[in-house]
């Protein structure tokens, strides 16, 4: 789910430019609320009414500024919600602050949840953002530009949406989120920008709007728009940790990636060293057998670890490289 909410800006009176041409606001009677109590239960029916919906493997996107973001971000919590990050989309070429008296409104914040604390199960293309981002991991900061120019939808010259968001925002939520042939809810749907994303990378989409000239223009920009029939490769479905085939260390000693009696070492410590034993366990020097999981628990002191992260093995020259390099090998052959 993506949404877009009303953002209670709480406007009083005209806003002019230096040489007095009028500023184009958000004075739409859909933010118009009588006071905060009003917008926080609005608020709190339409994400009940998103839970209700939204899958146990799902999760759920909301915008906002500093007008409404925080109202939303703690009855979001009030309900259940297990927020994930919050993104700030900083805008490379932001409105500026006419008057003077106070900073330019640069930015807007996303915030990313899943239904509950205890849901295991969620989509993140970790790989494909990083992808995006010239293979380096993608932070919560994105710099995108509004929504402009020919990309802005218009009505006999003027604005169709007075905050209608770039594709490219949708872009980067729907792609790290979601799956070809997934359905993507907008309760807010405006003019159609998440529907248009959606339709683009071969998601189904559901939208919501209430105001009929939005829904004439999102009509209208959907129906230029044929149905993606690109691979799902293509459209950016890639197996996660969590999707991937599993792979059980004993794997890499049959497949002769690693031999039995070989040395790893933990966190490429010389001093903590293990021998590889046939049957996929390991075996500390003072003869304490395990898996790379439960002896790297140990030796580091703690409840758990992911031993595929914490292991490494020297390479031909020497090199400490961690065994999930040989795992993701593996699996790139078996798929």
């Known amino acids: 789910m993506f949404a877009d909410p009303p953002y209670n800006l709480q406007l009083r009176g005209e806003l002019r430019r230096p040489n007095q041409t009028r500023v184009n606001a958000v004075d739409d009677a859909w933010d118009q609320f009588e006071d905060f109590a009003a917008y926080d239960q609005f608020t709190r029916e339409w994400l009940t009414a998103c839970r209700r919906v939204l899958k146990d493997t799902g999760t759920l996107w909301v915008i906002g500024s500093y007008h409404n973001i925080y109202r939303v971000g703690a009855i979001l919590q009030e309900l259940g919600f297990w927020l994930l990050n919050d993104i700030v989309w900083v805008k490379t070429n932001p409105m500026p602050n006419f008057r003077g008296v106070r900073f330019t409104n640069a930015h807007e914040t996303l915030l990313w949840c899943k239904k509950s604390r205890d849901q295991k199960r969620y989509t993140f293309h970790y790989h494909a953002l990083k992808s995006m981002n010239d293979d380096k991991q993608m932070r919560s900061d994105w710099e995108i530009p509004l929504c402009t120019g020919a990309e802005r939808l218009k009505v006999n010259g003027a604005k169709a949406h007075t905050t209608q968001k770039p594709e490219a925002l949708l872009y980067r939520v729907i792609l790290a ?50 149905a993606t029939s690109l691979d799902d490769d293509a459209l950016g479905r890639w197996p996660t940790r969590r999707s991937a085939p599993r792979i059980p260390f004993a794997a890499l000693l049959e497949n002769s990636l690693l031999q039995p009696g070989q040395t ?46 914490h292991w490494y093995y020297k390479d031909a020259d020497g090199a400490f490289v961690v065994i999930d390099r040989l795992r993701e090998k593996l699996r790139t052959e078996t798929i």
């Open 177 to 226: 989120s979601s799956n070809p042939g997934d359905i993507v809810l907008d309760p807010f749907f405006g003019t159609g920008t998440t529907g248009a994303v959606a339709r683009k990378l071969g998601r189904h989409f559901v939208g919501i709007e209430r105001e009929a000239g939005y829904i004439e223009a999102a009509r209208a920009r959907l129906d230029t728009l044929a």
């Open 264 to 309: 790893l070492y933990l966190d490429r410590h010389p001093d903590q060293a293990a021998t590889v034993l046939a049957d996929g366990s390991l075996r500390l020097p003072d003869g304490t057998r395990g898996s790379i999981h439960k002896l790297g628990a140990l030796l580091r002191g703690l409840p758990a670890c992911n031993g595929w992260e």
